[in-house]
């Protein structure tokens, strides 16, 4: 089965740079999540849209934003990188409201030197 | 105070032993719970998740759910090695837009062969 597929796997990023991540729900998902996880932490919830409008929102810095396109795919522009950044960035995806299980792809990790 | 409070561990248990996992939460009017294991650098994997007082097995999983003490329970019955990992409580917070998680810290288990 198609699982939620997120581009790149690995990102090394100098600090002040720009990185954009990427990520494809499985089809027929129409809700996508962000979610940061850092080093020995939970995930931590991002923001999540739903039929390409922002659905609502977590703990995310001023400096990323995100969105979702026609094609359901959303991706996260994460600006002015700090080293505080760096962690897995994990994607996931689910069909509103019928079914309440998301499903995660497998993370983009980031690193900021 | 965290919407989803677990015991971080690590739980060790040997093989064939029966894990049990423990989960509590904050908000009386939280409806819907996720267990999601966790394996080291990967993304969480949905275990299962449950909604209605009482217990929902699936294969050597079962989760328990007890409203009244906002208790969340996984027990894993045979453990096998395979399943050494994390393992994430995760809430649907109440008022949420759509179905976004909030987790717990994690409880790390450990299998011995």
């Known amino acids: 089965a198609a699982g939620v597929i997120q581009s790149p796997r690995h990102l090394i990023k100098e600090k002040r740079e720009t990185a954009t991540l990427k990520c494809y729900p499985i089809?027929?998902?129409?809700?996508v999540y962000w979610y940061q996880q850092g080093p020995g932490q939970d995930p931590q919830f991002l923001i999540s849209?739903?039929?390409?409008?922002?659905?609502d929102k977590g703990s995310i810095p001023d400096r990323f934003s995100a969105q979702q396109f026609s094609d359901y795919h959303s991706e996260l522009n994460m600006s002015s990188l700090e080293l505080g950044d760096s962690a897995l960035y994990f994607c996931?995806?689910?069909?509103?409201?019928?079914?309440?299980?998301?499903?995660f792809g497998q993370g983009t990790r980031l690193t900021v030197v | 105070q965290k919407e989803v409070e677990q015991n971080s561990g690590p739980l060790s248990v040997p093989e064939g032993a029966i894990a049990s996992l423990n989960c509590t939460y904050s908000?009386?009017?939280?409806?819907?719970f996720f267990w999601y294991r966790q394996y080291s650098g990967k993304s969480p994997e949905l275990i299962m998740f449950?909604?209605?007082?009482g217990d929902k097995e699936d294969g050597r999983f079962t989760a328990q759910l007890n409203k009244a003490s906002q208790y969340v329970s996984l027990l894993i019955r045979d453990s096998q090695p395979s399943d050494s990992a994390t393992y994430l409580c995760?809430?649907?917070?109440?008022?949420?837009?759509?179905?976004?998680?909030?987790f717990g810290a994690g409880t790390t288990v450990t299998v011995r062969a």
């Open positions: 996931a995806s689910s069909l509103f409201p019928d079914q309440l299980e998301a499903f």
């Open positions: 089809p027929r998902h129409d809700t």
């Open positions: 849209f739903y039929e390409k409008m922002q659905s």
């Open positions: 908000d009386r009017g939280s409806q819907s």
């Open positions: 449950i909604y209605s007082n």
């Open positions: 995760a809430v649907i917070p109440p008022g949420s837009n759509d179905y976004k998680l909030s």
